[in-house]
């Protein structure tokens, strides 16, 4: 299996309520990765596990509560978001965790496309 | 932080002919460079990298050359076919730091 696989693919929520992304890769890689795409634009990292720990967290507001049960799964839970918080939220990993030697060659998974009404 | 610049936007070429996308980043300390290809509504695809103890990798139609003295990198096509239409991405990052930080993008349209 080299993919990442994200559920849902689309997501419509409304601003009151508590709804999850989840992303699972079964490549034996050591990080995991949330990022978020707005239209025609660059991905931007909001998150990173590596093993299984938090390692980066870009300034995200707290709406947004990252997990990361085990080794192949992340979940990404949503609770209050905003109309600006829809966009493409990519899910990532990387057979090289944070701290080790080796490039971080991401695999992106599919992405869920999230809206906020 | 990391700043990566992209350049051009867009770009147009006739099928056949060669497309160049440059980048430049800021922080002399990254030493990786991947390029993805976004087709719309489609995730991005590593294509290319390359790392800073290279000046140049090739893969088939694809190249990819590193200066590092200047800071810049850049992304050669040649041959362009209709299926490489797509939004490519450059990034920089520091080998095991976990952050990418991406150009804004550019938007190849191959015509036929």
């Known amino acids: 299996d080299t993919e990442v696989t994200q559920t849902p693919k689309h997501l419509v929520m409304g601003m009151t309520n508590k709804k999850s992304l989840k992303c699972e890769q079964h490549?034996?890689?050591?990080?995991m990765y949330w990022y978020k795409q707005k239209a025609k634009k660059p991905p931007e990292l909001m998150f990173v596990y590596s093993y299984e720990k938090l390692s980066i967290n870009e300034s995200v507001p707290s709406r947004f509560s990252p997990e990361c049960p085990n080794s192949s799964l992340l979940n990404l839970h949503l609770h209050a978001l905003q109309p600006e918080d829809s966009a493409l939220y990519l899910c990532?990993?990387?057979?090289?965790?944070?701290?080790?030697?080796?490039?971080?060659?991401?695999?992106f998974g599919a992405g869920s496309r999230l809206t906020v009404l | 932080g990391e700043n990566v610049e992209q350049h051009p936007s867009t770009l147009s070429v006739q099928e056949g002919d060669s497309a160049v996308i440059k980048c430049t980043y800021s922080?002399?300390?990254?030493?990786?460079f991947p390029w993805y290809k976004q087709e719309l509504g489609k995730r991005p695809q590593l294509i290319i990298d390359i790392r800073s103890n290279v000046g140049e990798k090739k893969d088939q139609r694809i190249a990819v050359t590193l200066n590092k003295t200047a800071k810049h990198f850049s992304l050669h096509i040649t041959e362009t076919q209709p299926e490489d239409s797509a939004v490519y991405f450059c990034a920089a990052s520091i080998n095991n730091a976990g952050k990418s930080t991406f150009g804004d993008g550019t938007t190849l349209t191959v015509k036929p």
């Open positions: 922080d002399s300390a990254s030493n990786y």
């Open positions: 990532a990993s990387s057979q090289s965790g944070t701290g080790s030697s080796g490039a971080n060659v991401l695999t």
């Open positions: 490549m034996g890689h050591r990080a």
